[in-house]
């Protein structure tokens, strides 16, 4: 029983603080999204696909999450948008006092958009609100069509879904309208993009309808 109250006091702290987080943005007219995956989805790679497309279209900061190395940051750092690496140390998720941290290294008055790339993880990551406007969960075809039966929480809990490494899928056995299905079952109101980093497949898609949920977002 006191385990269970401790998780619950820690769950209502970051709570509190994510709200805060949340205000800031919004008055900034900041657009943020939290993107998660198990390790290997390619989060990053979509992210940099992104940046391609939209670093002179939207003013783009990102907060990068993991559990060792700066690696990730630094491949974005490539693009010339601000970047801030959180290295957790053994850590399975971020929470929003780190975020809180994070965004003291960042000029919200020239940032429309706000990209947090979560660490790897389909579990603790879900149960962490960091004060963001959407949860984008990323699951590539090489992982098969069941997650989302077996992490029904991340899905449940996320707004978007990107199907990754479509390109793949003649080398597999995973079934995409299968793993649309049961992402459906947890989730309906989820919003779906099939992509590859490799040849580009709908990330044009994926970015159009970034870009236009950043603008409702800065205009309101």
């Known amino acids: 029983m006191s385990v269970i109250t401790i998780e619950r006091k820690v769950l209502e702290k970051n709570d509190e603080i994510a709200r805060e987080?949340?205000?800031l943005f919004a008055d900034h007219g900041v657009y943020v999204i939290n993107m998660?995956?198990?390790?290997?989805a390619g989060k990053t790679s979509i992210l940099e696909r992104t940046l391609e497309r939209l670093r002179t279209t939207l003013r783009i900061a990102v907060i990068e999450g993991d559990v060792q190395t700066d690696l990730d940051a630094r491949r974005v750092a490539k693009y010339n948008v601000p970047a801030v690496q959180i290295v957790t140390r053994g850590g399975c998720h971020l929470e929003a006092n780190l975020i809180r941290d994070a965004i003291g290294n960042l000029d919200l008055k020239a940032c429309d958009l706000l990209v947090i790339e979560n660490?790897?993880?389909?579990v603790c990551p879900s149960n962490y609100d960091l004060g963001e406007a959407v949860k984008v969960v990323v699951?590539?075809?090489?992982?098969g069509d069941d997650k989302p039966l077996k992490y029904p929480s991340m899905f449940r809990n996320a707004s978007v879904l990107i199907i990754n490494k479509i390109d793949l899928l003649p080398y597999l056995q995973s079934n995409v309208a299968v793993l649309r299905e049961n992402a459906l079952k947890i989730n309906p109101s989820l919003t779906v993009f099939e992509t590859s980093c490799t040849t580009g497949a709908g990330m044009d898609a994926w970015c159009s309808w970034l870009t236009e949920n950043a603008r409702q977002k800065t205009a309101s």
């Open 119 to 122: 660490v790897g993880n389909l």
């Open 139 to 143: 699951a590539s075809t090489t992982e």
């Open 21 to 23: 987080n949340r205000a």
């Open 36 to 40: 998660v995956s198990s390790p290997g």
